[in-house]
């Protein structure tokens, strides 16, 4: 506020177009190849529009989309683990692609020639969780890995690195993500992960899952 309530737009500024990722019915596919790159990949993404960030439901969203990755990606590492596993490495996250576009994103690893097995490998960890659903001990071991990032972040707020604070500033100004500071958001995390039922957490990605918007 000090060093910046002040400023204002000069005359005749240009305006920022908002720029819209048009939607899709087909998958769409796309393959590059380098022959320096080390290692090769397999990405799924789903589009969908941006989510609003400036309400406590909206945080209360932000911590389920949280804890529905602590499950899977639970469940993707044991995966990686095991004899013959179809992947490397998996991951699954949603994020922003753009300022009115999120993505629901899953990734792995793989062998060289292992693109179309770490491709199935993934769908058959999605589907199983779409249909099956996880388990309570699951939703109970991610609210507490969620609880404890927070909790660690605060105590260890003083070690946080400037560009990261400054990132979070720029995001303020340029996508109006809140900055309500680390210890208001553990206060709501607090709050909100009680409300948790895996019965809702089971649902989770469906929104965002399915055949449409769908980028591999």
Known sequence: RTRFADLENPPGAPERPVIAVSPHDETL????????????SVTIYNKFPQRGESTHGD??????????HQMLNARLSDLSQTPNAPFLFASSSTS?????????AR????KEDGALVGLAGLFEEILRAERHGFSQAELDRAKKNVLRTYEQTVIERNKTDGQQLAAELVRHFLENEPVPGIEYELGIV?????????????HWAQAWAGSANRVI
Do not use: H, W
Not at 59 to 68: I, K, N, S
Not at 96 to 104: G, L
């Open 190 to 202: 607090k709050k909100v992960l009680p409300s948790f039922t895996l019965a809702e957490l089971n």
């Open 59 to 68: 945080y209360r969203r932000f911590v389920g989309d949280q804890l529905y």
């Open 96 to 104: 922003s692609v753009s300022r009115t576009t999120e993505a629901f």
């Open 107 to 110: 990734a792995a690893q793989v």
């Open 29 to 40: 596919v796309s393959i590059e190849t380098d022959p320096e790159m080390p290692t090769a």
